[in-house]
Every structure is written in C-alpha cells, then in structure tokens.
C-alpha cells in the first residue's frame, strides 16, 4: 500500500483509514486504534499513524468531538461483544451501539457478521452520560450501514457553516456533481456518487477548508 517505507512496513505520519492493511505485524505491537488480526496490523480509526519504538497507534486528525443528544454522527466499528458493538465517533472515549438499538437483523452472537470491524455507520447520540461516554443508535430514518461512498474529516467550525441557513455551498455542491452530501456532527462529512463527483466534491471542500483556514490566520484566501 502506498506510504509504506521501503522495508514494506508502516510509515509514521501517514495517514490512514479504518480497515486499512497497514503491513505485518512482526516485532510491533498494536496500540491504541490498532489491532492484530492474521499477523496484520489493522487500523480501527482515521488519523495520523505514530510510531513509538515497537508500539504503533493513530492520532486523530481534529481536536476531539463531545457528543450530544440526537446529533447525527458517523462512525466506525472498533470492537464488538455478542450483543454489543463499540464505536469511534471521534470523541474522547468510544461509543457503544447495542444489539437492541441496531439493526434490526442482529442477533445475539451475529454482531461481527451484521458489523464488522473497520465498517462504518450513520447513527444518532441515543444519551450521553457523565463521563461522557455516550450511546448511539440506528433506529431511525435514513440510519444505516454505509455501503459506499467517501468518508472525509473536515474542520468541525465547517460543519456548522455549510449547514446554516442561508449557505449554499453543499446544495450547488450537490446539484454540480450529481452527488448525495451528508455531514454528521462529529466533523465526518459522507458523499456518495460516481466517482468523477465524489473528487469533485472533496477538491470543493478542501478549497472551502484552506481558505477558511487563511482568513482564520488573518492570510489571504
């Protein structure tokens, strides 16, 4: 795969997605948003991989989400029990998803079958508690397993500018591509469509993204 150093291995700072092959594990060993599985590294989160003598782990790409009430998120499966599934949302500590409250086909034992590791869903914060750890569920409209598309991080102050009334970059984003934009309150942002779109839509906003971060630096945009 590509960022791999020469010896075939990992790369420190690369930057990596859930699911993604990141070599044989060998003489490392798998730290935080990392597992093992048939002697391969696995990611189970998206940011920057860091490797600190034989333990590699991931950084998140953002500053970290604090989850609310009935916010919609995206996020990916990290882990699973017989009836439970764990979830990174992006905040401080992961979300569980529980057999009841995900999809419907799901039975006591089957949670690796109906969600894997690495695998992504749209879900809402069900409650969040003190600590703030939270649960989130797929009973909803329009929740589901995210079969295609791409998932991207963006500045999480960007989702709240292109969902404000008013502002129509992600409608003529939409109209322009032919493509479906959904972003989620964690800072993950899903577009789906043909590929030629997709690019489109991404190129769209990391300009948006890079111009935003000039004004913010008091640059030119």
Not at 118 to 123: N, Q, S, Y
Request: glycine share 10%; with cysteine.
């Amino acid at each position: 795969m590509s960022g791999k150093n020469n010896a075939g291995g990992p790369q420190d700072s690369q930057i990596v997605v859930p699911g993604e092959n990141l070599g044989l594990s060998e003489e490392f060993e798998a730290g935080h948003g990392v597992i093992i599985r048939n002697d391969n590294l696995m990611a189970t989160k998206n940011g920057k991989l860091k490797i600190n003598g034989k333990i590699i782990s991931i950084e998140p790409l953002h500053s970290q989400y604090v989850p609310r009430p009935s916010d919609l998120v995206i996020g990916f499966v990290e882990g699973c029990t017989n009836n439970i599934w764990f979830i990174d949302i992006g905040a401080p500590f992961n979300a569980i998803l529980p057999m009841s409250l995900g999809p419907s086909k799901a039975s006591f034992g089957s949670t690796r079958q109906v969600l894997d590791i690495g695998e992504a869903i749209l879900c809402r914060i069900q409650e969040v508690e003190e600590t703030h750890s939270s649960v989130v569920t797929m009973k909803g409209m329009g929740l589901r397993k995210i079969r295609s598309g791409s998932i991207d991080d963006i500045d999480p102050h960007l989702i709240v500018e292109l969902s404000r009334d008013g502002n129509n970059s992600l409608r003529n984003m939409k109209e322009a591509n032919d493509c479906r934009i959904i972003t989620a309150d964690n800072g993950r942002i899903w577009i789906d469509g043909e590929i030629d779109g997709i690019i489109s839509v991404r190129n769209d906003l990391n300009e948006i993204s890079i111009n935003s971060r000039l004004l913010k630096e008091g640059g030119v945009a």
